[in-house]
């Protein structure tokens, strides 16, 4: 896995580049659409490509249990048994240790865990997060981490990060005696405090990631402690190595995050939202269930080449939600996907154009919603 | 409206033709998708098209109902609020007397309806139908008809086609008023009676409709029943023009249709089949969720060529299956609809090759199911 800046604005840390693995190149600074159970749900591995995708992000914890290692490992590769022959990052199972606490116990050795769809139990050391990796034969692997659940005290964070430090080490040894041709990515951690995160970053690049993610973010704090912390956060990441920013995704959280310096992100929000009949436009958001879309013969977004938007109507979207028809589902999702993904294709050509901040800027001015 | 018949097979009274419409030519014998509320079901007009549809049926009391005949209208056709420019054929709301028969209350003057979605009270006359029809501009139209429900005597039955028979003359007069360019279908009812059936027909065929239609069928009575009604009665359907059996779709039930003489089919079998992960192969039916297919990285039916199986494994569409994602739907629908496209596509050349009942026998031996 190969990793090269290609132009940096120089008004901010904001830059673009690109990521090579062996299942091809991604663009960055990337957004990578959430196929947590080896679906981007509601899209055919077509449309997603159709959409814009270049890369996708799937879970570790959530294909071990379904279909099971074994099924995907006689297939060779996640990518052969879903059929998307493009780059795929697999997160490692520590967000569940976060969203499923209820059913994990985390330890010094891993966590076990109670199966959120069966109830029977399992543990996942370290080393079997990275190994189940390896059976997926992803791209790009995170290790497993671990953060406390927001609000946490100094103490809490400062002992999840540490294991979070401990597990990282344990990972890279595993992952460097039985690598072929991937890359792995460490987790900074440390809360919202600052000194933790600075501490959890130097102990991470010293152990050479072929990148570096911020995690245990927009997981409930404000806006303006996310912002407090990345932002000095960011642009200390390792400078040749791609940073990813986890789980965050509202147009605006990008662009901040953009801005100071990072590379990769992904979230549910397009997805979920679409599902939900929220769509993204260039002039905020649609609730498309309103009655003012009743009879709307305009597209959803006029500035907006995606399938949906060229050849369907406000008002047949508007129906097709009411009447809860899969379509909707369908044609929703490829809009808000196309939706972020074009949005990343202009934040990388506002970079290359040192533009950057004046795209920001014309962007959120025009981006307000119903 | 025209229809031509371009084979005969020399061994029965089957046929395959060509109905041209304002909207496009299809081959016949042909198979409708259901498109109820303006969406084949989990499927894109584009996924609906590469899966092989030429023409869909969709429903004037459901449309009317949502998103209504004025949203419709103001598009200007079905086929544009919908993004499907190839032909539609519109079922009446005669078959909603049927199955929503609790909510409906038929009258010398029409039927009375209490909305499936909100409970609120509308009539529509079979003029009224003929005139959402004209607003949605489908390229076949029903007429309003009426069947009792199976078992009925043959009182009932009488009453029942008598008054179809009465509306549809009602329908004819206002359609030739008032059509552009689009034909009209009657509807044989009558039951399990031949000699009602054989009057019906009578009646009908001296109003001279574009198309003919045999309804009342697979509603419950047995496939003894289904075909002693049928088979007298197809070959007397007026020669020169289209003859449907609506909502009859079993592939062993369309051969059966076929070699009598019929053209056109619709049946909700494939998509909703689809969606309940019953898959239909050369092989006979395919139970996805079995245990069986788990691991199995064979295509669902090794002869078919539709987007699902060129891309995608039975241990895939089964863990997509069992995790509930949409994509199930998707791909098991693209399948179905295809299975019958190429089925419907194989009938049709048999015919013209003066090969339909070898190729009915060979189906028929391979097509087993699990």
């Given at each position: 896995m190969q990793f090269e800046v290609t132009a940096r604005d120089r008004r901010c840390p904001a830059r673009s580049g690109r990521v090579t693995t062996k299942s091809g190149a991604f663009a960055t600074p990337a957004f990578m659409p959430v196929g947590t159970a080896?679906?981007?749900?509601?899209?055919?591995?077509?449309?997603?490509?159709?959409?814009?995708?270049?890369?996708?992000?799937?879970?570790?914890?959530?294909?071990?249990?379904?279909?099971?290692?074994?099924?995907?490992?006689?297939?060779?590769?996640?990518h052969r048994f879903m059929g998307w022959e493009q780059p795929i990052l697999t997160d490692s199972g520590g967000?569940?240790?976060?969203?499923?606490?209820?059913?994990?116990?985390?330890?010094?050795?891993?966590?076990?865990?109670?199966?959120?769809?069966?109830g029977s139990a399992f543990s996942l050391t370290p080393e079997d997060v990275v190994d189940i990796q390896s059976a997926l034969d992803s791209d790009i692997q995170m290790v497993l981490d671990h953060f406390a659940p927001h609000p946490a005290s100094h103490p809490q964070d400062e002992k999840?990060?540490?294991?979070?430090?401990?597990?990282?080490?344990?990972?890279?040894?595993?992952?460097?005696?039985?690598?072929?041709?991937?890359?792995?990515?460490?987790?900074?951690?440390?809360?919202?405090?600052?000194?933790?995160?600075?501490?959890?970053?130097?102990?991470?690049?010293?152990?050479?990631?072929?990148?570096?993610?911020?995690?245990?973010l927009s997981v409930g704090e404000s806006t303006a402690e996310f912002r407090r912390i990345l932002?000095?956060?960011?642009?200390?990441?390792?400078?040749?190595?791609?940073?990813?920013?986890?789980?965050?995704?509202?147009?605006?959280?990008?662009?901040?995050?953009?801005?100071?310096?990072?590379?990769?992100?992904?979230?549910?929000?397009?997805?979920?939202?679409?599902?939900?009949?929220?769509?993204?436009?260039?002039?905020?958001?649609?609730?498309i269930k309103n009655e003012r879309h009743k009879a709307d013969p305009r597209p959803l977004d006029e500035a907006c080449a995606c399938y949906t938007c060229r050849n369907f109507s406000?008002?047949?979207?508007?129906?097709?939600?009411?009447?809860?028809?899969?379509l909707s589902s369908i044609l929703n999702t490829i809009h808000n996907i196309h939706f972020y993904l074009d949005f990343m294709a202009k934040i990388r050509y506002a970079i290359s154009s040192q533009k950057f901040i004046d795209f920001k800027e014309n962007f959120l001015s025009l981006y307000k919603g119903e």
């Amino acid at each position: 896995m190969q990793f090269e800046v290609t132009a940096r604005d120089r008004r901010c840390p904001a830059r673009s580049g690109r990521v090579t693995t062996k299942s091809g190149a991604f663009a960055t600074p990337a957004f990578m659409p959430v196929g947590t159970a080896g679906t981007v749900k509601a899209l055919t591995p077509r449309q997603l490509d159709e959409a814009g995708a270049q890369v996708i992000l799937a879970n570790t914890y959530h294909l071990f249990l379904r279909p099971g290692t074994d099924v995907i490992r006689k297939f060779g590769s996640l990518h052969r048994f879903m059929g998307w022959e493009q780059p795929i990052l697999t997160d490692s199972g520590g967000f569940q240790i976060f969203s499923l606490r209820d059913n994990a116990r985390v330890s010094e050795s891993g966590v076990r865990f109670k199966s959120h769809l069966d109830g029977s139990a399992f543990s996942l050391t370290p080393e079997d997060v990275v190994d189940i990796q390896s059976a997926l034969d992803s791209d790009i692997q995170m290790v497993l981490d671990h953060f406390a659940p927001h609000p946490a005290s100094h103490p809490q964070d400062e002992k999840a990060m540490r294991l979070t430090g401990a597990w990282a080490a344990r990972a890279r040894e595993r992952f460097l005696k039985t690598n072929k041709g991937n890359g792995q990515f460490a987790i900074v951690q440390g809360g919202l405090h600052e000194d933790l995160r600075e501490c959890s970053l130097r102990e991470l690049a010293a152990m050479d990631f072929e990148g570096y993610a911020v995690g245990g973010l927009s997981v409930g704090e404000s806006t303006a402690e996310f912002r407090r912390i990345l932002k000095p956060l960011a642009p200390e990441l390792p400078d040749g190595k791609p940073r990813y920013l986890m789980g965050s995704g509202t147009p605006e959280d990008i662009l901040f995050a953009v801005e100071n310096g990072m590379d990769m992100f992904d979230c549910v929000m397009p997805s979920r939202n679409a599902r939900n009949g929220t769509l993204f436009s260039s002039r905020g958001k649609v609730r498309i269930k309103n009655e003012r879309h009743k009879a709307d013969p305009r597209p959803l977004d006029e500035a907006c080449a995606c399938y949906t938007c060229r050849n369907f109507s406000r008002a047949y979207l508007r129906h097709l939600f009411i009447s809860r028809e899969i379509l909707s589902s369908i044609l929703n999702t490829i809009h808000n996907i196309h939706f972020y993904l074009d949005f990343m294709a202009k934040i990388r050509y506002a970079i290359s154009s040192q533009k950057f901040i004046d795209f920001k800027e014309n962007f959120l001015s025009l981006y307000k919603g119903e």
